[in-house]
């Protein structure tokens, strides 16, 4: 009689073991959407984790020169050309009067200026199937060389649609 209680007590005892098993199991349900927008223009950064961040040009000791900066971007435009231009000339200060470091700026390998006409840095047909080109930021050394010192500076680039061919002015 003994051995049949207690059969019978691990049996209750492994049963309510096996509901409190299954009485600790989660499950999550989540919905998942998207919306893929109609772009007709864009430049954007392929990656997007550095552009809003300070970008250091590595000093190279071995060489004793200034190391420059290049990152790609997404460019597509469906309808023409896509231009570019600096909004001032890029350089680098320390704040010592004579002692900056000029900065000569290309993307896709086109070097860009503050003139005040943008360049044409993609082509109707590169930017109507969408491309991947380089920014490509290098220091252009000094009379007289690099001088030691803490460094800052500021690159602004503007991106422009070209207007579309059948729609320019005579």
């Known amino acids: 009689m003994i051995k049949q209680c207690t059969a019978a007590a691990l049996m209750v005892a492994c049963g309510l073991t096996a509901t409190l098993a299954w009485a600790a ?24 984790d550095w552009i809003h961040r300070p970008q250091p040009l590595l000093w190279d000791y071995a060489k004793a020169t200034l190391g420059s900066l ?12 896509i231009n570019a231009r600096l909004l001032f000339e ?38 109507a199937g969408g491309k991947r080109v380089a920014l490509k930021i290098e220091p252009i050394e000094p009379a007289g060389g690099y001088r030691s010192g803490d460094y800052n500076g500021n ?9 579309p061919a059948g729609e320019l002015e005579p």
């Open 25 to 48: 199991r989660e499950e999550h349900t989540f919905e998942v959407s998207l919306t893929i927008p109609s772009r007709p223009f864009y430049v954007i950064p392929a990656e997007s």
């Open 70 to 81: 290049e990152k790609n971007f997404d460019v597509h435009h469906d309808s023409s050309a």
């Open 90 to 127: 890029p350089y680098l200060d320390n704040g010592r009067p004579n002692e900056v470091i000029m900065l000569r700026v290309k993307f896709n390998n086109v070097e860009l200026s503050a003139h005040a006409v943008p360049r044409q840095v993609v082509s109707p047909e590169e930017a």
């Open 155 to 163: 690159v602004l680039l503007m991106f422009s649609a070209a207007a």
